[in-house]
């Protein structure tokens, strides 16, 4: 790639530019066949987008480095965010050989997989191979269960953390807490019976 070009992990810009990188869209569209023998495509959102590349983190200064940063410190930014399992923005910036800005990517990603290589050839110097995943954040949905919409349940697409306490008076809160048995005990208390409750 253009050496005027600026990757960004988690606001660490890369020392050297990369030469290359993939990025991959992801397709979830399903195909069928129906039964006089045609093939019906149903077509469904894309999925997450990934990039792949490589980059080289060198031993030592020279003129080529944008920013000089140790491979210790690439080393333990990669490690971080992958123990920590934080999301974090990945930014391409192409400024300097663009009239404006619309060929950038600032994507919201996860890190996957790094590899971290060591070649004599290389001298001292670092080559990662990396794997990034766009990050989409969990959303969540009130469903209301009646017309007064004085019992609702928030439905979520995923694990959510619940909060350890003691248990407030809500639905959520006695559901969470065991104050209902099993699942139809449940149901009867949304949908307005609430016979089973202790």
Do not use: C, W
Not at 162 to 191: E, T
């Amino acid at each position: 790639m253009n050496k005027g070009y600026d990757f960004y992990i988690d606001n660490l810009l890369l020392p050297i530019t990369p030469k290359k990188i993939n990025t991959k869209i992801k397709n979830k569209n399903k195909v069928v066949t129906l039964l006089n023998g045609e093939e019906l495509n149903l077509l469904k959102k894309p999925g997450l987008t990934e990039f792949d590349f490589e980059f080289r983190v060198p031993s030592e200064d020279f003129p080529a480095v944008k920013r000089y940063v140790s491979p210790q410190t690439v080393l333990n930014k990669l490690e971080d965010l992958k123990v920590k399992k934080k999301s974090f923005q990945f930014i391409i910036l192409r400024s300097q050989y663009q009239e404006n800005l619309k060929n950038s990517i600032n994507k919201s990603v996860t890190l996957e997989d790094y590899e971290i290589i060591e070649d004599a050839e290389n001298g001292a110097d670092l080559i990662i191979s990396i794997s990034l995943k766009q990050y989409l954040p969990l959303k969540t949905k009130i469903i209301n269960t009646n017309a007064d919409k004085s019992k609702s349940i928030t439905v979520s697409e995923g694990n959510v953390p619940m909060n350890k306490g003691k248990p407030d008076g809500s639905l959520a809160s006695k559901v969470v807490h065991g104050a209902f048995n099993g699942v139809s005990a449940f149901l009867d208390a949304v949908f307005g019976g609430g016979k089973n409750a202790r």
